[in-house]
């Protein structure tokens, strides 16, 4: 704030008011009138001397405003225009993904990874926030989050061409960064091996709306039943339910392959030692077994009780050994038992060996009734089916065909071909698969465990299964809208670190008994936002629960309803720290 002195030669006379000098975002000098208080000559009337002693009040008022709960007067020019090239609307809901993103060190890797680039180590790693905060808070097509990087206060002086270069030049790394990202969160907690006793795997898969298949993007069975391309994703996450390591197949790579490649790649380069592999039924053959147990591992898997052999059907079904919870709406039995499994070799030969494994079977009134709910819809649509075969072919009655009898696809055109004998609901296998509802059954290596245990371990794979659903909904990370390949490998990393930084925070939250869902976490930081009003202050609109636990947990302060530039820049500055 400052004395300002104009001279009108022409009424020779001096005038003075007081102003308010600052910079805007991109360092050019503004001004804001403050109050006007007349020529030199009327001023003298009442003071000797108006100019030394308006800047003694310009200094006293100068000093009054820099005290931090001091109020300001702000006085609106109802005759200003929109700047259109002036971004009003920022978020700060970032500062506490680059706090994380800071203790990470992820700047460090950036900055000493990329020393010889064309693009300069700072904004690589600019680049890198934009595309990891941007997929949190408003994920989109690369192209899109270049054009909404002004929301961002961090600095976003690049260009699209150095987006796209950026992840040619970051795949490269990506194996690099995934054990450099954690090894941090290791050095964060003290229980490293208690962290790493179990590891949790599971393979999902994303689409691309192209026709044709390429090198990575391949045709292959779809988890939402689409017929695009796709590429694998096989994941490992330790027992805090944070990301380990990640890594993309072939689109048309059965998911029982990635297993073994993934976890040479986890004990290769991850000082964890033995670990317990815990996997979905998808993943429980005779060779990753079998793998598993020659390099030291143990395993805790599923088994399908519809798809198993007669005998282990009716150990299930026997109400023999079952122990049930007072209620009633639980039972649990378990046994060690020879399982023969079936390995087949790199030359297509097939081999038997007999691995001694407990069973741990156990039954739930609950995931009875939600096995009955989730089959409904399906004896629904195989219901409609019948009455007008017209609307239906293969793709659309997925799920329901099953449940029809006599039911015929033309293999080339998959239309229905009209049967011979009347098409009707196939009562006998709805009865049958009824028979398992609610059963589940656990094979594992460590039978020194005891059924609970082993139970506990099993549950803990939901967290890997609601990771891939974070990645869908709230990342956004399909489909892609890049096509090359180091393009979709820079991509998907950037999506991972995303997760990272999410699932950190939450951990950190429940650590204080803050159990947020992420989803829950990223609604509140993209509406934590601010908006600029006059010269440098901005006024902020939107606070929460959430945002006030993350504030706690982080130091920062997202209370304010009033903020200026200046203090904007000390948070953001604290989070690098």
């Known amino acids: 704030m400052y004395l300002k002195i104009m001279k009108d030669k022409r009424r020779n006379k001096t005038y003075l008011s007081i102003a308010h000098g600052y910079r805007d975002k991109n360092g050019r000098k503004k001004e804001q009138h403050i109050e006007s208080l007349g020529s030199v000559e009327a001023l003298k009337e009442k003071y000797e001397d108006p100019i030394s002693h308006f800047k003694q009040v310009v200094a006293q008022m100068e000093q009054k405003r820099k005290e931090e709960n001091e109020p300001i007067t702000v006085k609106l020019d109802r005759t200003e225009k929109i700047d259109k090239d002036n971004i009003i609307h920022k978020n700060i809901g970032t500062f506490a993904l680059s706090k994380i993103y800071h203790e990470l060190e992820i700047d460090t890797f950036i900055l000493s990874k990329f020393a010889n680039s064309r693009i300069s180590q700072n ?10 905060f941007g997929r949190l808070i408003f994920p989109d097509s ?46 964060q907690y003290d229980e490293k091996k208690k962290n790493t006793e179990c590891v949790y795997y599971d393979v999902t898969n994303y689409y691309f709306e192209i026709d044709e298949n390429d090198e990575v993007r391949k045709k292959g069975v779809s988890k939402e039943h689409r017929p695009d391309p796709i590429v694998q994703m096989g994941l490992f996450q330790d027992m805090m339910g944070l990301p380990m390591c990640y890594k993309l197949f072939a689109g048309n790579t059965n998911d029982c392959l990635t297993l073994r490649p993934m976890v040479q790649e986890l004990q290769k380069h991850y000082d964890i030692g033995k ?36 005998e282990l059907k009716n150990f299930v079904l026997k109400e023999d050994g079952y122990k049930f919870n007072k209620d009633k709406t639980y039972k649990v039995k378990s046994r060690q038992y020879p399982r023969e499994i079936t390995i087949t070799k790199k030359d297509g030969t097939k081999v038997t060996k007999t691995v001694d494994e407990k069973q741990v079977i156990f039954w739930s009134a609950d995931y009875a009734k939600r096995a009955k709910m989730q089959r409904q819809p399906a004896i629904d649509k195989a219901t409609e089916l019948i009455g007008d075969v017209t609307k239906f072919n293969k793709t659309n009655s997925y799920g329901a065909s099953k449940y029809v009898k006599h039911l015929v696809f033309d293999s080339k055109t998959g239309e229905i071909i009209k049967a011979k004998s009347q098409l009707s609901i196939d009562e006998e296998k709805i009865a049958e698969e009824e028979k398992y509802d609610g059963y589940y059954a656990i094979v594992t290596s460590e039978y020194k465990k005891t059924d609970d ?59 204080k008994k803050k159990n947020y869902s992420v989803g829950q976490i990223i609604e509140s930081l993209e509406k934590c936002t601010c908006d600029h009003f006059t010269a440098n202050y901005y006024f902020c609109n939107y606070t929460d629960t959430v945002l006030e636990d993350i504030g706690s947990e982080l130091s920062i302060d997202f209370s304010n309803k009033y903020i200026t530039l200046k203090d904007i820049k000390k948070n953001l500055s604290n989070t690098k720290n």
């Open 142 to 187: 690369k192209k899109s989050t270049y054009e909404n990087k002004d929301i961002l206060f961090e600095n976003t002086d690049f260009s699209l061409k150095d987006v796209y270069r950026f992840l040619g030049y970051i795949e490269p790394k990506k194996d690099e960064l995934q054990k450099y990202i954690y090894d941090h969160i290791q050095e």
């Open 123 to 132: 904004k690589l790693n600019n680049i890198m926030k934009l595309l990891t």
């Open 275 to 310: 670990v317990i592999v815990v996997a979905d039924k998808g993943l429980n053959t005779g060779n990753n077994i079998a793998y598993n147990l020659a390099i030291g591992n143990g395993y805790v898997m599923s088994q399908s009780v519809r798809g198993a052999n007669k």
């Open 453 to 511: 245990e082993i139970i506990d371990i099993y549950r803990g794979l939901w967290k890997i299964e609601e990771t891939f659903k974070i990645t869908k909904s709230e990342l956004d990370a399909r489909p892609v809208h890049v096509s090359r390949k180091d393009h979709i490998e820079g991509h998907f990393l950037t999506c991972y670190v995303a997760l990272v930084l999410a699932r950190i925070l939450q951990h950190k939250l429940s650590k």
